[in-house]
């Protein structure tokens, strides 16, 4: 099997060096593209405005003066030579969950890959818990990260599907076990905008990434994870809300 990894949180984040030790659980045939430096938040952007370069760091491990999206793009197009068997893209340093998803470069980069066709997972690690620092040492997803890819690795998945995995921030002991579970949704957007000056006197705004409040809706990956469960759920690229069609073509038929 090979196996391409990626991330968002850059060739140096910890949680590449955990998602690499899980991968070699099941394959020697591993390649590495990733961020050269962090790129939280990024979405699915793609660089088009300026040049991106390709770094070399050893052997089969690469960076990319991009984002997640450039650097599964480049991993597939310059990289290997030929298409993975799968890309795994994480661990996340902290959750990817409900409509957070939107914002995410974990995500969106295993969505570049659902698009080239390739079995992709993304995997996220939460890092807090009650207002606490948590998990910082990835123990949850170093102790059950093979156990969750496993049964993923062969499952069939439709076209232009990927999953999407959150590991609670919990000793690996406490984790309750895994749950198969729907997006959930955050009650409001995400926080403040926080105003500065810069030495020179100019104003700055920083987005302010607080608590968000949520109802723990039932099945959704929200209530997984807070009942201390790792979460496992199925995305979907077609975006269409269908049932709205009938009614839109009603609309603007003749």
């Known amino acids: 099997m090979k196996i391409l990894l990626t991330n968002d949180d850059g060739i140096h984040a910890p949680g590449l060096k955990v998602l690499e030790a899980i991968a070699r659980e099941f394959s020697d045939d591993i390649w590495i593209c990733a961020p050269d430096e962090e790129q939280s938040g990024m979405g699915h952007a793609l660089t088009l405005t300026r040049p991106v370069r390709l770094r070399k760091h050893g052997e089969r491990r690469f960076s ?25 893209s994480g661990v996340n340093r902290g959750a990817n969950l409900a409509d957070d998803i939107t914002y995410s470069g974990t995500v969106s980069a295993a969505i570049e890959g659902a698009l080239a066709g390739i079995r992709s997972i993304a995997l996220s690690q939460i890092t807090t818990r009650d207002g606490e620092p948590g998990a910082y040492a990835f123990e949850a997803a170093r102790s059950w990260g093979a156990k969750v890819l496993a049964p993923l690795l062969d499952t069939p998945l439709p076209n232009r599907t990927l999953v999407n995995v959150n590991f609670p921030a919990l000793p690996s002991g406490q984790i309750r076990g895994i749950k198969a579970v729907r997006q959930g949704f955050h009650d409001y957007a995400r926080g403040t905008v926080v105003e500065g000056r810069d030495p020179r006197g100019f104003k700055y705004y920083w987005f302010g990434l607080e608590a968000i409040e949520h109802t723990l809706d039932h099945g959704t990956d929200l209530e997984a994870v807070d009942a201390g469960y790792i979460s496992v759920t199925p995305l979907q690229l077609d975006l269409t809300h269908h049932a709205s069609l009938g009614a839109l073509a009603e609309r603007f038929s003749s």
């Open 64 to 88: 990319v003066t991009g984002t997640p999206t450039d650097s599964v793009t480049m991993g597939l197009r310059k990289v290997i030579d030929g298409p993975p068997d799968v890309i795994l």
